[in-house]
């Protein structure tokens, strides 16, 4: 009986689908991004590669774009002896879109706080794994606002 149960349940499993489907698929997008322009930044490079993932040969509508970014890390709050306490980082992409009819251009901003550490090899590993982590939600606003076009 507990043989039984257990296959019906493999069975169960394997037969019935959950309806995955990747969201940001290239299958999915009814774009294609053709040439991105970009000045030779680290930030630039990473967004740039980022885009870069997400193209698609198959589609009729492609899409040259220029983009600029950066990165701000600011001072949020100190102690009363004057130590930095918490951070603001603040990354913005600003990207054209060059069509045939026109140019559109738009800026996309992300920020984000975190506490300071004594440890600063530690902060600054933290701060880059947020400024990834700010590079992927924008470029997925990017992905949104190029699909709505």
């Given amino acids: 009986m507990r043989n ?11 037969l019935s689908n959950c309806g995955y489907k990747p969201i940001y698929s290239t299958k999915n997008l009814n774009f294609a991004i053709g040439n991105i322009e970009k000045n030779n930044t680290s930030l630039n490079n990473k967004f740039a590669k980022s885009i870069n993932s997400l ?7 492609k899409i040259d774009i220029k983009i600029e970014s950066g ?3 600011k001072i949020k709050s100190k102690d009363s002896k004057g ?4 951070f603001e980082l ?3 992409l600003k990207f054209t879109i060059f069509n045939i009819d026109n140019e559109t251009e738009k800026l996309l901003l992300r920020k984000i706080t975190f506490n300071n550490s004594d440890d600063k090899f530690k ?4 701060e880059n794994d947020l400024e990834d982590i700010l590079i992927n939600e924008i470029v997925e ?3 949104n606002y190029l ?3």
């Fill in 123 to 126: 902060l600054k590993q933290y």
């Fill in 4 to 14: 039984r149960f257990f296959l019906f349940f493999l069975l169960f499993l394997f």
């Fill in 71 to 73: 990165k701000k890390t």
């Fill in 83 to 86: 130590n930095t306490l918490v």
């Fill in 55 to 61: 193209r698609n040969e198959e589609s009729d509508k």
């Fill in 90 to 92: 603040e990354i913005y």
């Fill in 147 to 149: 699909s709505n076009i």
């Fill in 141 to 143: 606003d990017l992905i």
